[in-house]
């Protein structure tokens, strides 16, 4: 009797730290962007993404994230979306990050879902706007290195009541440059090629919650059953999708052979 509640507690012990480990293990995903399009001062610029944070927290005032991040090295941090949880809105969880971010690098933001859901949206923006942060709402930017330039366009989650093309021609993305996109959702990489984005940098999809080894997501919102854009770079031409398997979890609380995420993507100039 004894030996098997040994071997249950046991059991039970391992399976606590497995799932643990599962939700609070930071990892970071390395990719090299490399294109003929990219100006030779960006070559070897680090562009480090973070996303759907959605109120999780990694130590104390999101020290173990804000370490991670610094150790990354980043000339831009860019933010996909869903820094909060409009289930459990929490936005000083965030601000705690941001405090300590925009002191390492530029920091630019878009809306996800869970901003617009809350109907607190323009505060959000405001507080980060008030803390350095470079908020982008159908708009375009351009980031200059040593003279030369490359665009940086973000657009709001489609909650917000317009549809990606449309949010995407309102930003007046320039033609004649190596064009970066923020948007929220990967399901509308067919509207980010059309519009010929060369890397759209995406998150929402949680990495499919619960990834099989060997097959990828199980589930993502917008997608629906085994999403086909839930985490890595995907091509289709000229264009490139970065997707975020995220930090947090929303209403599913927890991630399955799916490690906390930051992406770190340096460029190439070719």
């Known amino acids: ?12 012990a391992c399976l606590i730290v497995f799932f643990y480990v599962n939700n609070n293990w930071l ?16 070559d070897g610029y680090r562009i480090v993404q973070v996303s759907d944070l959605h109120d999780a927290t990694f130590g104390d005032k999101q020290q173990r994230l804000v370490n991670k991040i610094q150790q990354t090295k980043p000339d831009m941090i860019v933010i996909t979306g869903d820094i909060i949880d409009s289930n459990r809105y929490n936005l000083q969880n965030s601000l705690d990050l941001i405090d300590q971010i925009v002191k390492i690098s530029d920091v630019y933001y878009v809306t996800g879902n869970h901003e617009v ?25 351009t ?29 007046r993305v320039p033609s004649d440059a190596f064009t970066v996109l923020l948007a929220h959702r990967p399901e509308d990489f067919q509207a980010y090629v059309d519009a010929g984005i060369d890397v759209t940098f995406s998150g929402h999809a ?14 993502a919102p917008g997608q629906g059953y085994f999403p086909k854009y839930t985490a890595g770079i995907h091509e289709q031409g000229q ?8 930090l947090g979890n929303s209403i599913i609380p927890i991630r399955l052979f799916n490690l906390p995420e930051i992406v770190v993507v340096t460029l190439k100039s070719s």
């Not at 859901?117 to 930017?141: C, F, H, Q, Y």
């Not at 330039?149 to 930003?171: C, F, N, R, W, Y």
């Not at 949680?206 to 589930?219: A, D, E, T």
């Open 1 to 12: 009797m004894f030996r098997k509640l040994v071997k249950y507690v046991f059991i039970l």
């Open 27 to 42: 990892t970071v995903s390395n990719h090299t962007m490399q294109s003929p399009e990219i100006p030779t001062s960006f």
């Open 117 to 141: 859901a809350t109907n607190d949206v323009e505060r959000i923006k405001e507080e980060l706007m008030a803390r350095g942060v470079r908020v982008l709402s159908n708009e375009t930017a």
């Open 143 to 171: 980031v200059e290195r040593a003279g030369e330039t490359i665009s940086l366009t973000g657009i709001d989650d489609p909650l917000m009541g317009e549809v990606a093309p449309q949010m995407i021609a309102d930003s």
């Open 206 to 219: 949680h990495g499919g919650q619960f990834r099989i080894p060997g097959i990828g997501g199980l589930v």
């Open 239 to 246: 264009s490139k999708l970065v997707v975020s398997r995220g």
